[in-house]
């Protein structure tokens, strides 16, 4: 077969097919996006049938495959790293349960926050659940760790955690495919109730079993391919790399290494390599992209007096992705270019789209709460954070999906007044109608804003999961129907934004007002696609 | 064979699919090839780049290292200035002269220009400019691509075959169009280059 031009995201999408795959579930998040989108465009993975709408959040999406997978059939569950905190409470316990169906869940980690208000290692997490993990360095690998993944998930019984991070995610490489291979027939787990009741006296057997298997994923790991030993002749050094900081070990030895390498592509940590490397060398470095979390282990092995080179005594920063050049420094080589960026570049941050509905929404917003002292306004993620920035700057927060309900609820409840959310419609069915029904039950003061734009808009446009139905849900939590307020906002509506604005910030209880207007984008390319 | 490119502009403008075309000859021609980019948030109207990396041998590292890269395609003059720093010392940077003004302190063209005339190797030319007079004024980018091909280390007709690839899908008009557009960004920046 010839070589096909893959993103990092499209490998693993292309590979989870080929793979016997039932099933996709996602919520968008960069950069983990376009794993999910190349499957529900992928003409193949329709004929087979493979669901792949998206989800309304992270862990429903992580429930679900692990629903299918109950049913015996191969899941991919995909999301950005903080999407694994929304989805941690499944994650945890999928660990004390195992799978019947090979599951894999993807965490598409950001280091140096390219698109995201975090940079967490998502390896954290893995070890914390103490399942397996693995860790492509480039498309090719990603592709065969999940065409191979879901067996090794059925042989383990466990979940596999697949951490990439951005330059994988996003970088494109020529990828090998594999035979393609039948979907699972449905089948149900003999030992089911026994690991998937996870009542008190049930679980601790399961807790007992995963201790267990430890053992097992260690064996796994230490026979892995993609743990690799490079020896070299000079035991000065040895050097252990993560994932893609192999290929810029790589890039600074063209003509092959001077030290000992240890490459690590899965964990856990292969003990009986990495007990080799520290025996033979004098020193270690340690290249990761993210956390110092090798780092951090090698630091508890026996060994006294053994010199640790990595993240956390600043051979490499603490913080930020690796790139070739700060891998080079970190092993003494001279780096740096010939040119220096001229004085006179200017920073050109991202903006809202003329023409973006939440444009006229700050608008209109800010003149209002001109009329009042102290008023704040928290935010939530999406395209609409973008509202910090000049010339708006209408926005006080931005901390995690769904945050800006229940952080002016809570404001509110310490007096704050006028007290106001803005958050999207896609965010809102995510992570805010949980938070509304707080609202609504203690009766808060507070002004919500729904700026729908009746997509996933920051992502790219993906569907959102509420489009049509705001109002209906909104009602159904039980705000009152007079303080349930639809808007358009168009500048020549504006003066009846900033009446509507104002009457509901002086009602005394939970307003929500949904000023609604088709994403700039999506509208754009949906009119394109209709002239041809 | 190596070429390392640093692809930049303005979210919006077009450099994916400059990427899109060299990778596709590359990978017919048997070149090993990677391609970073950048998606998500930084694509509303912020500065983009790609690092495009070419060889007949296997590539380590996705992202070039600083003053390694023999080319800057950029589409925006000040953007080209951002990664002067992955530039080598003789490397050739073919850059689109209009600004994209989207910020209030956008800096005086003078002084761009200025910067720009102390590097030893450039072709600036408006492509936005040619590809209107050619009657293809929404292929800006590829009147780019057409003027750095020289640079790339393949041959012309493997581009336009990479064209025909990347459009086919769009219609015979649309290739032909991009065709036409990859033709007079070659000849605008030949005459250019015969002029120095």
Same mark, same amino acid.
């Given at each position: 077969?010839?070589?096909?031009?893959f993103l990092g995201?499209?490998?693993i999408?292309?590979a989870? @097919?080929?793979?016997?795959?039932?099933g996709?579930y996602?919520?968008p998040?960069?950069?983990s996006?376009?794993?999910?989108?190349?499957?529900?465009a992928?003409?193949?993975?329709?004929?087979?049938?493979i669901h792949?709408?998206?989800?309304v959040?992270?862990?429903?999406?992580?429930?679900?495959?692990?629903g #299918?997978?109950?049913?015996?059939k191969?899941?991919?569950? +995909? #999301?950005?790293?903080?999407?694994?905190?929304?989805a941690?409470? +499944?994650?945890?316990?999928?660990?004390?349960?195992g799978?019947?169906?090979? #599951?894999l869940?993807?965490?598409?980690?950001d280091?140096?926050?390219?698109?995201?208000?975090?940079?967490?290692?998502?390896?954290?997490?893995?070890?914390?659940? #103490?399942?397996? @993990?693995?860790?492509?360095?480039?498309q090719?690998?990603?592709?065969?760790m999940?065409y191979d993944?879901?067996?090794?998930s059925?042989r383990?019984?466990?979940?596999?955690?697949?951490?990439i991070t951005?330059?994988?995610?996003h970088?494109?490489s020529g990828?090998?495919?594999?035979?393609?291979k039948?979907?699972?027939?449905m089948?149900?787990?003999?030992?089911?109730?026994?690991?998937?009741?996870?009542?008190?006296?049930?679980?601790?057997?399961?807790?007992?079993?995963?201790?267990?298997?430890?053992?097992?994923?260690?064996?796994?790991?230490?026979?892995?391919?993609y743990?690799?030993?490079?020896?070299?002749?000079?035991?000065?050094?040895?050097?252990?790399? *993560?994932g893609?900081?192999?290929?810029?070990?790589?890039?600074?030895?063209?003509?092959?290494?001077?030290?000992p390498?240890?490459?690590i592509?899965q964990?856990?940590?292969?003990?009986?390599?990495?007990?080799?490397l520290v025996?033979?060398?004098?020193?270690?470095?340690?290249?990761?992209?993210?956390?110092?979390?090798?780092?951090?282990?090698?630091?508890g092995?026996?060994?006294?007096g053994? *010199?640790?080179?990595g993240?956390?005594? =600043?051979?490499?920063?603490?913080?930020?992705e690796?790139?070739?050049?700060?891998?080079?420094?970190?092993?003494?080589?001279?780096?740096? =270019?010939?040119?220096?960026?001229?004085d006179i570049?200017?920073?050109?941050?991202p903006?809202?789209?003329?023409?973006?509905?939440?444009?006229?929404?700050?608008?209109?917003?800010?003149?209002?709460?001109?009329?009042?002292?102290?008023?704040?306004?928290?935010?939530?993620?999406?395209?609409?954070?973008?509202g910090?920035?000049?010339?708006?700057?209408?926005?006080?927060?931005?901390i995690?999906?769904g945050a800006?309900i229940?952080?002016?609820?809570?404001?509110?409840?310490?007096?704050?007044?006028?007290?106001?959310?803005v958050?999207?419609?896609?965010t809102?069915?995510?992570?805010g109608?949980?938070?509304l029904?707080?609202?609504v039950?203690?009766e808060?003061?507070v002004?919500?804003? @729904?700026?729908?734009?009746e997509?996933?808009?920051? *992502?790219?446009?993906?569907?959102?999961?509420? *489009?049509?139905?705001?109002?209906?849900?909104?009602?159904?939590?039980?705000?009152?129907?007079?303080?349930?307020?639809?808007?358009?906002?168009?500048?020549?509506?504006?003066?009846?934004?900033?009446?509507?604005i104002?009457?509901?910030?002086?009602?005394?209880?939970?307003?929500?007002? @949904?000023p609604?207007?088709e +994403?700039?984008?999506t509208?754009?390319?949906?009119?394109?696609a209709?002239?041809? | 064979?190596? !070429?390392?490119?640093?692809?930049s502009?303005?979210g919006?403008?077009?450099?994916?699919? /400059?990427?899109?075309?060299i990778g596709?000859?590359?990978?017919?021609e048997?070149?090993?090839?990677?391609q970073?980019?950048v998606?998500?948030?930084?694509?509303?109207?912020?500065?983009?780049?790609s690092?495009?990396?070419?060889s007949?041998?296997?590539?380590?590292?996705?992202?070039i290292?600083m003053?390694q890269?023999?080319?800057?395609?950029?589409?925006?003059?000040?953007?080209?200035?951002?990664?002067?720093p992955?530039?080598?010392?003789?490397g050739?940077?073919?850059?689109?002269?209009q600004?994209?003004?989207? /910020?209030?302190?956008?800096?005086?063209?003078?002084?761009?220009?200025?910067e720009?005339?102390?590097?030893?190797?450039?072709?600036?030319?408006? !492509?936005?400019?040619?590809?209107k007079?050619?009657?293809?004024?929404r292929?800006?980018?590829?009147?780019?691509?057409?003027?750095?091909?020289?640079?790339?280390?393949?041959?012309y007709?493997?581009?336009?075959n990479?064209?025909?690839?990347?459009?086919?899908?769009?219609?015979?008009?649309?290739?032909?169009?991009?065709?036409?557009?990859?033709?007079?960004?070659?000849?605008?920046?030949?005459c250019?280059?015969?002029?120095v």
């Amino acid at each position: 077969m010839g070589k096909h031009l893959f993103l990092g995201d499209e490998a693993i999408a292309q590979a989870a @097919i080929d793979a016997g795959l039932s099933g996709v579930y996602a919520y968008p998040g960069t950069p983990s996006t376009e794993i999910t989108e190349y499957i529900q465009a992928s003409a193949m993975a329709k004929e087979r049938n493979i669901h792949s709408k998206w989800s309304v959040n992270e862990k429903t999406a992580m429930e679900s495959a692990l629903g #299918m997978s109950y049913a015996g059939k191969r899941t991919l569950c +995909c #999301m950005k790293h903080v999407g694994l905190n929304v989805a941690a409470d +499944c994650f945890m316990n999928i660990a004390m349960s195992g799978i019947h169906g090979g #599951m894999l869940i993807v965490t598409a980690d950001d280091p140096s926050m390219h698109s995201s208000q975090n940079e967490q290692d998502n390896r954290v997490l893995g070890n914390f659940a #103490m399942i397996p @993990i693995l860790e492509p360095s480039n498309q090719q690998e990603a592709y065969d760790m999940v065409y191979d993944g879901f067996e090794c998930s059925e042989r383990l019984g466990y979940p596999i955690l697949l951490r990439i991070t951005t330059r994988m995610a996003h970088s494109r490489s020529g990828v090998v495919r594999r035979p393609v291979k039948e979907q699972n027939v449905m089948r149900f787990p003999q030992d089911g109730r026994q690991r998937f009741i996870l009542l008190p006296a049930l679980a601790r057997q399961r807790f007992k079993a995963l201790l267990a298997a430890q053992d097992l994923f260690l064996q796994e790991s230490e026979s892995s391919a993609y743990n690799t030993y490079f020896d070299a002749p000079d035991k000065g050094l040895g050097i252990i790399t *993560t994932g893609i900081a192999f290929n810029y070990l790589s890039e600074n030895y063209p003509d092959g290494f001077a030290y000992p390498v240890l490459k690590i592509g899965q964990y856990p940590l292969p003990a009986k390599q990495v007990e080799r490397l520290v025996n033979e060398c004098q020193e270690i470095l340690v290249l990761e992209e993210g956390f110092p979390v090798v780092e951090e282990q090698l630091r508890g092995f026996p060994g006294k007096g053994l *010199t640790i080179h990595g993240r956390l005594d =600043g051979t490499l920063p603490r913080d930020g992705e690796l790139t070739p050049d700060s891998v080079g420094k970190a092993l003494g080589k001279s780096v740096g =270019g010939y040119y220096t960026v001229p004085d006179i570049v200017r920073q050109r941050p991202p903006a809202l789209c003329q023409g973006c509905g939440h444009r006229d929404v700050y608008d209109a917003l800010n003149e209002v709460l001109l009329e009042y002292g102290e008023a704040r306004v928290f935010s939530d993620i999406g395209c609409y954070t973008l509202g910090a920035l000049p010339p708006f700057r209408a926005i006080d927060s931005c901390i995690d999906m769904g945050a800006s309900i229940t952080m002016a609820k809570g404001a509110a409840d310490a007096g704050l007044f006028p007290s106001v959310a803005v958050i999207g419609d896609s965010t809102f069915t995510h992570s805010g109608m949980t938070g509304l029904l707080d609202c609504v039950n203690e009766e808060a003061n507070v002004t919500i804003i @729904i700026s729908d734009n009746e997509t996933t808009a920051m *992502t790219g446009g993906q569907d959102s999961a509420g *489009t049509g139905r705001i109002e209906a849900i909104c009602a159904g939590i039980g705000v009152a129907p007079e303080h349930l307020r639809v808007m358009t906002p168009l500048r020549k509506h504006f003066e009846e934004m900033k009446r509507i604005i104002r009457e509901e910030i002086e009602y005394k209880g939970v307003s929500v007002l @949904i000023p609604r207007r088709e +994403c700039i984008q999506t509208l754009t390319r949906k009119k394109k696609a209709s002239r041809k | 064979m190596k !070429v390392d490119i640093i692809l930049s502009g303005v979210g919006g403008q077009g450099i994916l699919s /400059i990427a899109a075309v060299i990778g596709e000859a590359a990978l017919k021609e048997g070149l090993y090839m990677k391609q970073a980019e950048v998606h998500g948030m930084s694509q509303r109207g912020g500065d983009v780049q790609s690092h495009l990396r070419l060889s007949d041998q296997p590539i380590a590292s996705d992202l070039i290292p600083m003053g390694q890269a023999g080319l800057i395609i950029s589409l925006e003059p000040m953007e080209s200035l951002r990664y002067l720093p992955y530039l080598k010392k003789e490397g050739w940077l073919v850059i689109n002269s209009q600004p994209f003004v989207n /910020i209030p302190d956008y800096p005086d063209m003078k002084m761009i220009h200025a910067e720009l005339n102390r590097l030893p190797n450039r072709v600036v030319l408006d !492509v936005e400019l040619i590809a209107k007079e050619a009657g293809s004024a929404r292929a800006a980018n590829i009147v780019m691509l057409g003027a750095a091909t020289p640079f790339l280390g393949i041959e012309y007709s493997k581009i336009e075959n990479g064209i025909r690839q990347i459009f086919g899908r769009k219609g015979e008009e649309v290739v032909n169009m991009n065709l036409k557009a990859l033709k007079i960004g070659y000849d605008v920046a030949q005459c250019l280059l015969q002029k120095v």
